[in-house]
């Protein structure tokens, strides 16, 4: 459920800005996200965060929503695929490895930095066939990486601390939050921009209800229980979804051309999956 919901988020996110703006898009994903959860929080008498574990968690909310999401839909706007964004996701168990050690003061091997650059060549190689001369395609591309570096780093820290916070006050206080801060930028830079046309808003309600709360709680609990394995297995599986979603839904047809670039990301992407479940299962014999 988790690798459809999230592998579907691209082209979604891609469709949807067909018809509105970046800014305009968070704010309507985080506001949707509040109001859908809101009365899901009091009908279940679930306990709210003290202002501590509140600004904890506007903390991740910053790197894991703002950031990542806000880095792919400029990205997608500028020109960048939604194919291409799905790629990149690819690559994010190896920067939760390197985040985690980072983090931790300590130097990740060699084997997690090679894995990560021949995932990255292979991603370049796409992108200087997709590009053709179209410059917001390749500061899109960047933002994608921006993107993942984000979401990577707001799951180590989602992982590491302790809250005793359950997983949709969590998200809501998260989605307030983000709701609070995405509104005002988009009416001060966009204004409010949206065209009132069916695929727009079935893009919106996937988004909403498909991405940010079902992916994102599915997301929660998998990090939350230290399945860094299992995660590591899906996102290398996202590009292949992701890209015959983007087909589907945003006519994203793949080039022949792009296939050996394709083959070398997923070469990375396997290997980081490898080293991934090295990884959890030394933990675990630990």
Same mark, same amino acid.
């Given at each position: ?30 506001? /949707? &996200?509040? =109001?859908? +959860? @809101?009365?899901? $929080?009091? #009908? ?95 500061? /899109? &591309?960047? =933002?994608? +990486? @921006?993107?993942? $570096?984000? #979401? ?135």
């Amino acid at each position: 459920m988790f690798l459809l919901v999230w592998s579907a988020g691209y082209a979604m996110g891609k469709l949807a800005l067909v018809y509105t703006e970046p800014l305009n898009l968070l704010a309507f994903r985080f506001a /949707g &996200a509040f =109001l859908v +959860l @809101t009365p899901l $929080v009091f #009908l279940l008498r679930l306990p709210i965060p003290n202002f501590r574990k509140s600004y904890a968690l506007m903390g991740t909310g910053l790197f894991l929503h703002i950031g990542h999401f806000g880095s792919i839909y400029v990205g997608m706007k500028l020109g960048a695929s939604a194919s291409i964004m799905a790629l990149f996701a690819a690559s994010q168990p190896v920067l939760v490895i390197i985040a985690s050690a980072l983090l931790a003061r300590k130097i990740p091997a060699w084997n997690v930095w090679a894995s990560l650059s021949l995932g990255l060549l292979g991603a370049m190689l796409i992108i200087g066939v997709n590009m053709q001369g179209n410059e917001g395609y390749l500061l /899109g &591309a960047i =933002l994608g +990486l @921006t993107a993942v $570096v984000g #979401l990577s780093i707001g799951q180590v820290i989602e992982k590491q601390r302790k809250l005793g916070v359950h997983p949709i006050v969590a998200t809501w206080v998260q989605y307030a939050f983000a709701s609070a801060v995405s509104i005002p930028f988009a009416l001060a830079f966009e204004g409010l921009v949206f065209s009132n046309a069916l695929p727009f808003w079935g893009a919106i309600a996937f988004l909403v209800l498909g991405n940010s709360i079902v992916g994102i709680l599915l997301m929660f609990t998998m990090v939350r229980q230290g399945s860094i394995a299992k995660v590591a297995s899906i996102m290398f599986m996202v590009p292949a979804v992701g890209a015959l979603i983007a087909w589907l839904v945003a006519d994203e047809v793949p080039q022949l051309i792009a296939i050996p670039g394709f083959i070398l990301a997923m070469l990375g992407a396997l290997w980081t999956n490898r080293i991934a479940n090295r990884a959890w299962l030394k933990s675990q014999a630990i």
